[in-house]
């Protein structure tokens, strides 16, 4: 059975940094791409992040790009964002997922964790 285990997620002022850590078990880890998106109250799930199990690459969303990086250690099975620079509007749930295929669009990904809660405010 796979399981995805956010972890990380807290209350930040404005400016600040948090990293979130996302857990796998019972997963190819290395075979899957992984994925963070979120979803702030009323709206729906976007997308922030991505990176490929084939080549390490990243992609992200314009609304974090530059603020925001994916990383991924296969040896733990984890997959990690550091968010940088964090402004109200970053304020949601932040969940995790995998999927073989690296894509934007989270109706593809196969498996997902819990989300964490990220609230930035002063």
């Known amino acids: 059975q796979v399981q995805l285990a956010e972890s990380g997620g807290g209350l930040v002022q404005p400016g600040g940094s948090l990293r979130l850590s996302c857990a796998s078990s019972?997963?190819?880890?290395?075979?899957?791409?992984m994925a963070w998106f979120r979803q702030a109250p009323g709206k729906e799930r976007e997308f922030v992040a991505f990176?490929?199990?084939?080549?390490?690459?990243?992609y992200y969303s314009e609304s974090v790009k530059g603020r925001f990086t994916i990383s991924r250690d296969n040896a733990k099975n984890t997959v990690y964002l550091q968010m940088n620079m964090m402004r109200p509007e970053d304020t949601a749930v932040y969940y995790c997922?995998?999927?073989?295929?690296?894509?934007?669009?989270?109706?593809?990904?196969?498996?997902w964790g819990q989300g964490t809660q990220v609230t930035v405010s002063s």
């Open positions: 997922a995998a999927n073989r295929l690296a894509s934007v669009r989270d109706s593809l990904y196969d498996y």
């Open positions: 019972g997963l190819t880890f290395n075979t899957h791409t």
């Open positions: 990176v490929r199990w084939s080549d390490g690459n990243t």
